[in-house]
């Protein structure tokens, strides 16, 4: 079992992928996707789209890949039966535990792969742009693992936000520069990694760090990722018979998780896909980050997507209590699960998830990143057969956002 089972997750990252639900040949899912990018960006997302299938497909890769993911990484992460958390849904829930990765969250995954195709790629240096730092951690981690020189572009805002991990960026021995443009925050610290990006296009790669971007960066992130539901198959199997559940739960910051956990349900479709956005203060607050539920048609870092606009086509601040959550648009290839009604995606507060994650933290012991408690805030949402296998995606560790549970009370 488990040798066939670790075959079939390392053909599945490379395999090609024909349904209406993945990228097309032109790099679109549906309407959304693409590559709208400044002309002097071309010649490097030019040089990424020839040759990533191919470089993740070569036998050498997918056996450092998948060796460094079950050495470094830990995988498979487990699926655990969550026993008291089902017996209050009346239902059974499983839990993904990308939680208890290292460094914390399914992140890691992602910035492994890119760093590999990199390397093969002939990059000598790496860049990258966080908001909240989580993944400048992750793109840290890996290049001190590979030995690579890393600047991290971050808004100065959310350098003085975000202390502990700017320093733990550089006690890995990265470079974390300000963007001091605008309102010095991930969207500024995005416009000097492009502008780094063109200024340097031999010798760097630009690792992104969801299912964002100019096309293949959507696509190449979401292979990364998907190791999550080639696993979730097998281990669903062993536990229930059947490798399908009935539901698929995760937040969605640019969707990267989700799309880890869905990848390989895209086709099944019995499996039903549920994407949880952050609604900040309330959904007409102003103050949110729910992108399908307010964005429209439009385009934001290299591709075309739903984002929160003004009426003029300037991009809204987005607001979430949860930093990874906080960007205001979401990856293509979510823009097209909505428009095409095969996710359902609702939202929950910051006082929906705080709730959430307290509950989960007091039934199973389980402390989830504040991203994370917004998809179990949506179980108060639904309803569950008594025989239905609901699996949950764990995004990550609430150790970052401690200090948040507690001054918002939930520790008393
Ligand atoms: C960054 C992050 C997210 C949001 O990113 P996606 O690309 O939507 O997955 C969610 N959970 C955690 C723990 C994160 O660090």
Same mark, same amino acid.
């Given at each position: 079992?488990?040798?066939?089972? @670790?075959?079939? @997750? !390392?053909?599945?990252?490379?395999?090609?992928?024909?349904?209406?639900?993945?990228?097309?040949?032109?790099?679109?899912?549906? !309407?959304?996707?693409?590559? *709208?990018?400044?002309?002097?960006?071309?010649?490097?997302?030019?040089?990424?789209?020839?040759?990533?299938?191919?470089?993740?497909?070569?036998?050498?890769?997918?056996?450092?890949?998948?060796?460094?993911?079950?050495?470094?990484?830990?995988?498979?992460?487990? /699926?655990?039966?969550?026993?008291?958390?089902?017996?209050?849904?009346?239902?059974?829930?499983?839990?993904?535990?990308?939680?208890?990765?290292?460094? #914390?969250?399914?992140?890691?995954?992602?910035?492994?792969?890119?760093?590999?195709?990199?390397?093969?790629?002939?990059?000598?240096?790496?860049?990258?742009?966080?908001?909240?730092?989580?993944? =400048?951690?992750? $793109?840290?981690?890996? +290049?001190?693992?590979?030995?690579?020189? +890393?600047?991290? *572009?971050?808004?100065?805002?959310?350098?003085?936000?975000? !202390?502990?991990?700017?320093?733990?960026?550089?006690?890995?021995?990265? !470079?974390?520069?300000?963007? $001091?443009?605008?309102?010095?925050?991930?969207?500024?610290?995005?416009?000097?990694?492009?502008?780094?990006?063109?200024?340097?296009?031999?010798?760097?790669?630009?690792? %992104?760090?969801?299912?964002? =971007?100019?096309?293949? *960066?959507?696509?190449?992130?979401?292979?990364?990722?998907?190791?999550?539901?080639?696993?979730?198959?097998?281990?669903?199997?062993?536990? &229930?018979?059947?490798?399908?559940?009935?539901?698929?739960?995760? +937040?969605?910051?640019? =969707?990267?998780?989700?799309?880890?956990?869905?990848?390989? *349900?895209?086709?099944?479709?019995?499996?039903?896909?549920?994407?949880?956005?952050?609604?900040? /203060?309330? /959904?007409?607050?102003?103050? &949110?980050?729910?992108?399908?539920?307010?964005?429209?048609?439009?385009?934001?870092?290299?591709?075309?997507?739903?984002?929160?606009?003004?009426?003029? #086509?300037?991009?809204?601040?987005?607001?979430?209590?949860?930093?990874?959550?906080?960007?205001? #648009?979401?990856?293509?290839?979510?823009?097209?699960?909505?428009?095409?009604?095969?996710?359902?995606?609702?939202?929950? &507060?910051?006082?929906?998830?705080?709730?959430?994650?307290?509950?989960?933290?007091?039934?199973?012991?389980?402390?989830?990143?504040?991203?994370?408690?917004?998809?179990?805030?949506?179980?108060?949402?639904?309803?569950?057969?008594?025989?239905?296998?609901?699996?949950?995606?764990?995004?990550?560790? =609430?150790?970052?956002?401690?200090?948040?549970? %507690?001054?918002?009370?939930?520790?008393?």
């Amino acid at each position: 079992m488990q040798t066939t089972s @670790t075959k079939d @997750t !390392k053909n599945s990252i490379a395999a090609a992928k024909n349904s209406k639900y993945h990228v097309n040949e032109r790099g679109y899912y549906g !309407k959304f996707g693409g590559a *709208y990018i400044p002309e002097m960006l071309y010649p490097n997302v030019e040089e990424l789209r020839q040759n990533y299938l191919e470089i993740i497909g070569e036998a050498a890769f997918q056996e450092e890949f998948h060796s460094l993911l079950k050495d470094y990484v830990g995988r498979p992460s487990p /699926l655990y039966f969550a026993q008291r958390l089902s017996e209050h849904y009346h239902t059974n829930i499983y839990l993904k535990r990308e939680d208890l990765n290292h460094t #914390g969250a399914h992140k890691v995954n992602n910035t492994l792969g890119q760093i590999l195709l990199a390397k093969r790629l002939g990059k000598q240096k790496i860049i990258a742009e966080t908001g909240a730092g989580q993944h =400048g951690v992750a $793109t840290a981690t890996v +290049c001190a693992l590979m030995g690579m020189d +890393c600047i991290v *572009y971050m808004g100065a805002v959310d350098i003085e936000r975000q !202390k502990p991990n700017v320093e733990r960026m550089k006690l890995l021995g990265a !470079k974390v520069v300000a963007a $001091t443009s605008g309102s010095q925050t991930l969207k500024d610290a995005t416009n000097e990694a492009m502008r780094h990006w063109i200024n340097n296009p031999t010798d760097t790669h630009y690792i %992104i760090g969801s299912v964002v =971007g100019p096309h293949p *960066y959507p696509d190449m992130v979401a292979r990364f990722q998907s190791v999550i539901s080639a696993e979730m198959k097998w281990q669903l199997k062993e536990k &229930t018979g059947n490798e399908n559940p009935d539901y698929i739960l995760a +937040c969605v910051g640019g =969707g990267s998780n989700a799309m880890g956990a869905f990848y390989h *349900y895209l086709e099944a479709e019995n499996v039903k896909l549920i994407a949880v956005e952050a609604a900040g /203060l309330g /959904l007409y607050s102003g103050e &949110t980050a729910a992108t399908t539920q307010l964005g429209k048609s439009g385009i934001l870092h290299g591709s075309k997507t739903l984002l929160m606009q003004t009426k003029d #086509g300037q991009v809204v601040e987005p607001y979430s209590i949860s930093a990874g959550l906080d960007y205001p #648009g979401i990856g293509p290839v979510h823009a097209h699960l909505y428009d095409t009604t095969r996710a359902t995606f609702y939202s929950a &507060t910051d006082e929906e998830a705080l709730k959430a994650g307290q509950f989960l933290s007091r039934l199973e012991g389980i402390i989830p990143a504040l991203e994370t408690a917004h998809a179990f805030a949506a179980l108060e949402k639904m309803t569950f057969e008594t025989n239905d296998v609901v699996v949950m995606t764990v995004s990550g560790r =609430g150790d970052k956002d401690l200090q948040t549970y %507690i001054d918002r009370g939930m520790a008393g």
